[in-house]
T-cell receptor, first 112, second 110 residues
Framework: GAVVSQHPSWVICKSGTSVKIECRSLDFQATTMFWYRQFPKQSLMLMATSNEGSKATYEQGVEKDKFLINHASLTLSTLTVTSAHPEDSSFYIC????????FGPGTRLTVL | QKEVEQDPGPLSVPEGAIVSLNCTYSNSAFQYFMWYRQYSRKGPELLMYTYSSGNKEDGRFTAQVDKSSKYISLFIRDSQPSDSATYLCALYTGANNLFFGTGTRLTVIP
C-alpha cells in the first residue's frame, strides 16, 4: 500500500512553545490529507481536513488558530500546535487518501 | 446513536483460535468498508478494504460485509501473538471522511 511518513515521531516541549509536525505522502500525490488526534485507549478523532492550495477545514470544537495546518504541496502537509499546553499532549496522526486511506506512524507530543 | 458501533473489548483468545471482530452501522450511504490494525503507539495500518457485500479473503484474514444488516466482520484464523493489537473498522461514503469504530483491543495468548 501507499506510504505516509510523519516527522518527528515524538517530541517533548515546554508549555507555551510551538511545535510543527510534518506529514508526507512518499509514493503518491495527495490533494487531501487529514489530521487526527488520539488519546490513550480511544479511537481517532478527526481534527481537520487539509486541502492542497487552500485553507483547511476544521472539525467542530477544534481551534484553527491553535492548530495551524498548511498543505503547501501535493506530498506535504504540516500541523503546527501553537502555544502548546499540557492538555495538548496527545498522539497526532496524519492520513492521506490514495485509492484508500493510509495513515502515518503518528507523532507523540508531550507538553511539560 | 453513533454512526459506527464497535465492541471495545478487550478480547483475549488463545493462540490458534479463530477471532471474530464486528461493527454495525446505521447509515446506508456507507459504500466502502475498511479494517485497520493499530499497534500500541503506532499509526493505523490498513488490513482489508471492501466495497461490496460478501467476503474478501487475504491470508488468515477474511472481511465480511452484509449491507442488508449493516453489519461488517473481520475474521482472523489461526491467530498469533503478533496479531495482538487494536482493530478498528472504518466506513466511508465516498465523500467526506472516514467514520471509525472505537476499536477492539485483541490479545492473543501464547
Amino acid at each position: 500500500g501507499a506510504v505516509v511518513s510523519q516527522h518527528p515521531s515524538w517530541v517533548i516541549c515546554k508549555s507555551g512553545t510551538s511545535v510543527k509536525i510534518e506529514c508526507r505522502s512518499l509514493d503518491f500525490q495527495a490533494t487531501t490529507m487529514f489530521w487526527y488526534r488520539q488519546f490513550p485507549k480511544q479511537s481517532l478523532m478527526l481534527m481537520a481536513t487539509s486541502n492542497e492550495g487552500s485553507k483547511a477545514t476544521y472539525e467542530q470544537g477544534v481551534e484553527k488558530d491553535k492548530f495551524l495546518i498548511n498543505h503547501a504541496s501535493l506530498t506535504l502537509s504540516t500541523l503546527t500546535v501553537t502555544s502548546a499546553h499540557p492538555e495538548d499532549s496527545s498522539f497526532y496522526i496524519c492520513s492521506a487518501r490514495d485509492n484508500s486511506q493510509f495513515f502515518g506512524p503518528g507523532t507523540r507530543l508531550t507538553v511539560l | 446513536q453513533k454512526e459506527v458501533e464497535q465492541d471495545p473489548g478487550p478480547l483475549s483468545v488463545p493462540e490458534g483460535a479463530i477471532v471474530s471482530l464486528n461493527c454495525t452501522y446505521s447509515n446506508s450511504a456507507f459504500q466502502y468498508f475498511m479494517w485497520y490494525r493499530q499497534y500500541s503507539r503506532k499509526g493505523p495500518e490498513l488490513l482489508m478494504y471492501t466495497y461490496s457485500s460478501g467476503n474478501k479473503e487475504d491470508g488468515r484474514f477474511t472481511a465480511q460485509v452484509d449491507k442488508s444488516s449493516k453489519y461488517i466482520s473481520l475474521f482472523i484464523r489461526d491467530s498469533q501473538p503478533s496479531d495482538s493489537a487494536t482493530y478498528l473498522c472504518a466506513l466511508y461514503t465516498g465523500a467526506n471522511n472516514l467514520f471509525f469504530g472505537t476499536g477492539t483491543r485483541l490479545t492473543v495468548i501464547p
